[in-house]
């Protein structure tokens, strides 16, 4: 399969050169050249698999023409090595708005983008081994992250060979649990701690990228949600979402009420907290392929360019402000392209598939306790914009699931200090804690980040 850039004037990529490259010479984001549908018998049987099954096929659909079934197989189940489970959230007594979480912080790191970089670090494995034909030499993984995409990164990648990670980040506006975890790890992974925002980070990032003198002396990859290799293995989730509601609900269904396949299977919602919107933009492949979700909800923080577009048809990027969602504080959503793209650059198509909320601090922290009291669930503050745009959403006869991005307790302070409880921390990330901080200082200025990564070669 090719890969085309969004901005259309970039030769088509092989799948080893658009994971390698991250971005298209042209400043694009690549995208598949076709997405192939999945058989109605998928459909038909998709309560019955298990959550590796179900990602293997739709693996199958981008990957199956670059990587041989074997290592394919090996990647997808080596990847989700952990549950993403499907669970209810409802007051007690209550007869039920039919409002679910699928909680993706089962993995390493307690978030969702484990998920899409646990499959990059195999995928570029794979292409970096010898029986691969790859050339020799250390493979730079740079990543800037606003909290999450550094430590699945860097855990994603830790101890691999031939691979060498620098993780970009924001000074001072990164929760301290989430800078332990790509802070502490040593070996094959570098911090770096910059003077600015994340968009700085970024902005880093793809200079670095578009440096050809750079770029002649070492082998750059991304690893940001604009790696193919990243954002489309989130599709996976989605389809075992939508199996283990299909599940719970036919074995709830009453035998005389409406048919499965006519009755619920056009009213899913999908609520997606973003910030990159890499999350969403991999759920619309997924319906693309035939997941059967009516429509989708984007719940923002206080950072409300894409919700300013739904309004208005207008894409004004502004400077990212800090709210405690923190890893959504994205003034300029990269996969805003590939949505765009995906919808022929039609706000009214985009809007017929998906709506969008904005909350401030004050609304995030509200929703928190109030679910906690309501329903004794424990949001994260990501978690809460999408679990409140769905409550708020949601129209009689849809049932609808929001993605619980990450684990309270990566963001333990902020969640006490809201709830006025005592998040427990999960043993993997108590693990984290333990280690000694060591993090390179760097400021925004570009010239002094090239100057440090030629002294490191
Ligand atoms: C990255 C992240 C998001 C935003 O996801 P995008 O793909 O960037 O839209 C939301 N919640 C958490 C916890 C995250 O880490």
């Given at each position: 399969m090719q890969y085309y850039s969004t901005n259309g004037k970039a030769p088509l990529a092989t799948l080893e050169k658009a994971v390698v490259k991250g971005l298209a010479e042209d400043r694009g984001l690549y995208m598949p050249e076709r997405i192939k549908p999945l058989p109605q018998e998928f459909f038909d049987g998709i309560q019955d698999m298990t959550l590796q099954e179900i990602a293997y096929q739709?693996?199958?659909?981008?990957?199956?023409?670059?990587?041989?079934?074997?290592?394919?197989?090996?990647?997808?189940?080596?990847?989700?090595?952990?549950?993403?489970?499907?669970?209810?959230?409802?007051?007690?007594?209550?007869?039920?708005?039919?409002?679910?979480?699928?909680?993706?912080?089962?993995?390493?790191?307690?978030?969702?983008?484990?998920?899409?970089?646990?499959?990059?670090?195999?995928?570029?494995?794979?292409?970096?081994?010898?029986?691969?034909?790859?050339?020799?030499?250390?493979?730079?993984?740079?990543?800037?992250?606003?909290?999450?995409?550094?430590?699945?990164?860097?855990n994603g990648f830790l101890g691999v060979e031939g691979i060498h990670v620098y993780v970009l980040y924001p000074k001072g506006k990164v929760s301290p649990i989430?800078?332990?975890?790509?802070?502490?790890?040593?070996?094959?992974?570098?911090?770096?701690?910059?003077?600015?925002?994340?968009?700085?980070c970024q902005a880093l990032v793809k200079s670095a990228f578009m440096d050809e003198e750079l770029n002649a002396q070492m082998r750059l990859t991304s690893a940001n949600s604009i790696n193919v290799a990243r954002f489309l293995p989130q599709s996976f989730y989605y389809f075992y979402a939508y199996a283990q509601l299909k599940r719970t609900l036919s074995n709830s269904l009453d035998k005389n009420s409406l048919s499965l396949r006519e009755g619920w299977g056009r009213s899913i919602v999908c609520c997606v907290p973003s910030g990159n919107f890499g999350n969403?933009?991999?759920?619309?492949?997924?319906?693309?392929?035939?997941?059967?979700?009516?429509?989708?909800?984007?719940?923002?923080?206080?950072?409300?360019?894409?919700?300013?577009?739904?309004?208005?048809?207008?894409?004004?990027?502004?400077?990212?402000?800090?709210?405690?969602?923190?890893?959504?504080?994205?003034?300029?959503?990269?996969?805003?392209?590939?949505?765009?793209?995906?919808?022929?650059?039609?706000?009214?198509?985009?809007?017929?598939?998906?709506?969008?909320?904005?909350?401030?601090?004050?609304?995030i922290a509200e929703t928190m306790r109030q679910c906690l009291s309501e329903t004794g669930y424990q949001l994260d503050p990501h978690g809460a914009c999408g679990y409140r745009a769905l409550q708020e959403g949601l129209r009689d006869g849809e049932v609808g699931f929001f993605l619980e991005t990450a684990h309270p307790a990566k963001f333990k302070q902020v969640v006490d200090n809201i709830c006025g409880g005592d998040v427990a921390i999960p043993k993997r990330l108590q693990a984290f804690m333990k280690g000694t901080k060591q993090s390179i200082p760097m400021s925004k200025d570009y010239k002094e980040f090239k100057e440090y990564l030629k002294s490191q070669r």
């Open positions: 739709v693996a199958n659909c981008f990957f199956g023409e670059d990587v041989d079934a074997e290592s394919l197989r090996r990647i997808v189940y080596d990847t989700l090595s952990f549950d993403i489970p499907l669970v209810k959230v409802s007051s007690s007594g209550e007869a039920g708005k039919g409002l679910y979480s699928l909680e993706l912080f089962h993995g390493p790191t307690l978030a969702f983008k484990d998920v899409g970089a646990r499959f990059m670090a195999r995928l570029l494995a794979h292409f970096s081994s010898p029986s691969q034909g790859s050339r020799e030499g250390t493979t730079n993984v740079l990543v800037a992250t606003s909290g999450d995409t550094g430590s699945a990164v860097a989430q800078e332990c975890q790509f802070t502490t790890l040593g070996q094959n992974i570098t911090a770096i701690e910059v003077d600015g925002v994340f968009d700085d969403i933009c991999s759920a619309l492949f997924g319906k693309r392929m035939g997941l059967p979700i009516s429509r989708f909800i984007a719940a923002n923080n206080a950072n409300d360019i894409f919700y300013k577009y739904l309004q208005t048809g207008q894409y004004n990027p502004r400077p990212s402000v800090q709210t405690i969602a923190n890893a959504m504080d994205v003034g300029d959503p990269s996969n805003f392209a590939r949505i765009l793209d995906l919808y022929g650059k039609s706000h009214e198509a985009i809007c017929r598939d998906i709506s969008g909320a904005t909350y401030s601090d004050e609304q």
